[in-house]
């Protein structure tokens, strides 16, 4: 007897939570949710579609791990605390064993974050999961991209690019989805740095996360701020999972690869020890790469001179 749709909601994603601010979750025709006082509500939503976002054959846990981690990172990016998360599920067939991983793979990042699935939608169709993450922050202290000035020190948290090898390592059949490699296991579950967000209220004066990759990325920061980007090329951070690759791969996979999940802001220089000790404290790596000055546009620099580096993100509609 193959499941329907609403042996599906019930079974696998009807999970209780904790948080009070659920007055009514899964099961009526909407959600019941209390904001908190005070705050702005931050909503953000992503789409993944199988053979776009994710390649075919990816384990199902870390689908609902991605799907839940993108939009994260989004909050993350805007200093928020997450609370309530919406899914919109597109699939051919109800296969039980593939729910349970899928479910196991969004709740389980969801309770590390206190996050509560209260509500969203089932239905047949191809592989695409849609998720819309709640969270809040205080109005004045969100992390906009908007806020650099020329001066500004330009961060980046851990060690970008990682994900980025672990993808290209499926695509070419150097690695499976199964394998144990360090790049692999990080692109399947990187973690959003939701900590770090935090931390970064009432410091950064800019934020977003890459998901792009570093050198795209930082150029959107730049221009919604209306100044430009100096960045030298030997202050990247390369990850010792990278060890492997020659420099200058190590150096694409940095300035081109997403996925990974950190955090790119901007800071005024005398804050930037104590931003390095609280994210220290919280398990997390910052490299300074540069500083924000007048103009526009990211200048990269290599021992002091001028480097052209062709390449801005992914664009779903650029050919
Ligand atoms: P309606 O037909 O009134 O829109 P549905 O039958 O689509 O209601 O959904 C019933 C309940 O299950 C609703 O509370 C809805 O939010 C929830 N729901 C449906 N699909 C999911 C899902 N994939 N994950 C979480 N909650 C879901
Ligand atoms: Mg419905």
Redesign the pocket.
Known sequence: MPLG??DV?ARY?SRSSTRGDVLLG??????LLMPAPGHALVAATDTLVEGRHFLPGTPADAIGHQALAVNLSDLAAMGAEPAWA????SMPHADESWLADFADGLYGLAERHGVA?V????VSGPLVVTIEVLGFVPPNAALRRSGARAGDLIIVSGAPGVAAAGLEELQSGRATFESKDARVRRFLRAEPRLALGRALRGFATAAMDVSDGLLGDLDKLARSSGVGACIDLERLPLAPELEAYPLTEQERLVLHGGDDYELLFTLPADHFGYIEHLAKAGGCSLRCLGSMVRGEGVECRRDGAHVNIAGTGYDHFAS
């Open positions: 749709e609403f909601i994603f899964v099961g009526d025709d909407a959600a919406l899914l919109s599920l699935l509500g969203g939608d089932t």
